[in-house]
């Protein structure tokens, strides 16, 4: 049984950056303010990730990393939630399948902080012949998770990722996009031991400043911005904000981040049909970047989407995508005047 639980927490987990993907998406849930990460080994020996969101009540820490249960779903999810993502409340399960997981915790309300340490699903003792109940600690408000040595009971996963620095490569990516999309959170990553980080975000700042920040000045310059919405007298069922450059300076594909209802996705379409618009109009050496987010009725996303496939899916994809790519060609000619 540990084995199966193992490979599927595997398809949920496939690298230290789906899991910190993971983590952040908990924490901003959680209404954090402030994230900060701390890597070691790209992740595999430790990745930590602290922050000063809501926290979670004692009495919620032993169903935790549970299997999506009846109890799971009561407790943790709601509904907006479910339908957005269909299967949900696997992450920490799955962590915990794969990885030594630690939890520090403190709700605003409660007196202290407590340490919850798990394994398989289940709570269990910090040493052996210890009782598994979470112990009172001194801790903030908020939320600190650890992961340790992950993958260390998958050895063939493990090995496979034997390149640290691009995995922190893919941590730092997964962390720039979701500071360009939270830019009122401060985001730092760092190396275990290192006292400067390699990546700090203020709070209070805007998508703008985010982006010129993590992607350089050159791209600030040239930034536009278009917001697209269903064309409609009646209650809008989507809407989007798209931020642009013509070239970006830095790089020879085009950097596409793309959010649907604030998680990260991908969605080869969309991606292909964004670089259709840009065809034929960038000088040679020279790739776009752009940010798309877009809100779309949580009930209208594909609910059967498997963590394990990447790509999104939702209601009148097509037709939502070709208005974006059109008013997209729109702004682009109109600044070429
Ligand atoms: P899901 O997010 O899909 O519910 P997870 O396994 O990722 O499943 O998390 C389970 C639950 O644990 C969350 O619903 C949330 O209530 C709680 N939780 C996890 N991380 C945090 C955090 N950083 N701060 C507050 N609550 C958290
Ligand atoms: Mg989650």
């Known amino acids: ?8 927490a595997g398809e949920i987990i496939h690298r230290p950056a789906s899991a910190l993907k993971e983590l952040l998406e908990n924490s901003l849930d959680a209404g954090a303010t402030t994230i900060r990460v701390t890597v070691k080994d790209g992740g595999l020996k430790l990745l930590q990730i602290q922050d000063n969101g809501c926290g979670i009540r004692q009495s919620d820490l032993p169903i935790l990393a549970e299997r999506f249960t009846t109890s799971k779903l009561s407790t943790f999810s709601d509904l907006s939630k479910l339908t957005t993502y269909g299967f949900r409340g696997e992450a920490l399960a799955s962590i915990s399948h794969v990885a030594h997981l630690s939890v520090v915790t403190k709700t605003r309300t409660s007196t202290c902080a407590y340490k919850a340490l798990y394994a398989d699903g289940k709570l269990v003792p910090a040493q052996r012949g210890q009782s598994e109940e979470p112990k009172p600690c001194a801790g903030n408000d908020g939320t600190t998770i650890t992961i340790e040595n992950l993958f260390f009971n998958t050895p063939t996963r493990l090995s496979a990722l034997r390149n640290a620095s691009e995995e922190y490569a893919r941590i730092l990516d997964v962390l720039t996009k979701y500071a360009i999309h939270n830019p009122k959170v401060s985001f730092t990553c760092k190396k ?3 006292s ?7 709070s209070a700042s805007t998508v703008r400043h985010a982006i010129k920040m993590l992607y350089g000045p050159s791209i ?12 409609t007298k009646h209650e809008e069922s989507w809407s989007s904000e798209v ?7 830095q790089a020879k594909k085009m950097v596409f981040l793309l959010f649907i209802n604030s998680r990260l996705v991908e969605s080869s379409r969309i991606k292909r049909a964004v670089e259709n618009v840009y065809t034929g109009i960038l000088p040679k050496g020279t790739a776009p970047f752009v940010y798309l987010s877009l809100r779309v009725d949580p009930r209208s996303v594909d609910v059967n ?4 496939k990447k790509e999104v899916h939702f209601l009148n994809e097509e037709e939502i995508t070709t208005q974006i790519c059109d008013a997209l060609q729109a702004k682009i000619a109109e600044r070429s005047h």
């Open 1 to 8: 049984e540990s084995l199966i639980n193992r490979i599927a």
């Open 192 to 194: 275990a031991g290192s």
């Open 196 to 202: 400067s980080p390699d990546l700090g975000t203020p």
């Open 220 to 231: 600030e310059k040239e930034l536009v911005q278009v917001m697209v919405k269903e064309d």
């Open 243 to 249: 931020y642009f450059t013509n070239a970006n300076y």
């Open 305 to 308: 989407v498997h963590p394990t």
